[in-house]
């Protein structure tokens, strides 16, 4: 029996696959053994490549501790990378990071990295990757996340479906 079509609007379709397929690339990367840990859209997928190609060639004895969606963007938090503190305010959005005194020194060219593939995401479509446009904050049932065009009306008629149908 073949599994369902996903919607067309499911932003998570290929998460197994995207996640099997780095898993297999850089299996030393992902030690975690939750499923939880390792969660991104399909249209940042190419954003958590770069992020794996780049913790390889820059501190290649690091992982991912985890990998996921938060206020719209894209979250990398590594072993030994900053504290991070996001917090969602009347004002909006605040991200807070503080170095780590009691870890190994991270090279300032992997938390670059991270943090411009990190403020990447909010202008990325979540579900196209930017195919269809840039991407821009929109809140679906009090969720955020990071749509474009052509992609919102898809996303929110996904996110509309009774829980157990998406």
């Known amino acids: 029996m073949s599994s369902p079509t996903p919607h067309p609007g499911n932003m998570y379709a290929g998460e197994r696959d995207n996640v099997a397929a780095l898993k297999a ?3 030393y990367q992902f030690t975690e053994p939750n ?11 190419h954003l958590v490549e770069e992020a794996c190609a780049g913790l390889s060639r820059l501190n290649p004895d690091s ?9 719209g963007g894209l979250r990398l938090y ?5 504290l ?3 917090l969602h ?3 909006g959005f605040h991200s807070f990071s503080v170095k780590r005194e009691d870890g190994p020194t991270q090279p300032p060219k992997l938390l670059e990295l991270i943090a411009s ?6 202008e990325t479509c979540c579900l196209c990757g930017g ?8 809140t679906v049932g009090g969720w955020v996340i990071t749509a474009c065009e052509t992609c919102e009306p898809l996303i929110r008629a996904h996110r509309a479906l009774p829980y157990g149908e998406r």
Request: aromatic letters at 14%; hydrophobic letters at 30%; glycine letters at 12%.
């Open 25 to 27: 690339a850089y299996p």
């Open 35 to 45: 499923s939880w840990s390792y969660s991104w859209p399909d249209g940042w997928h």
């Open 63 to 71: 992982r991912w501790v985890q990998i996921k969606e938060k206020y």
């Open 78 to 82: 590594h072993a030994g990378g900053p």
């Open 84 to 86: 991070r503190l996001d």
């Open 89 to 91: 305010t009347r004002a």
């Open 117 to 122: 593939l990190e403020e990447t995401s909010l």
């Open 131 to 138: 195919v269809h446009g840039s991407g821009r904050g929109i």
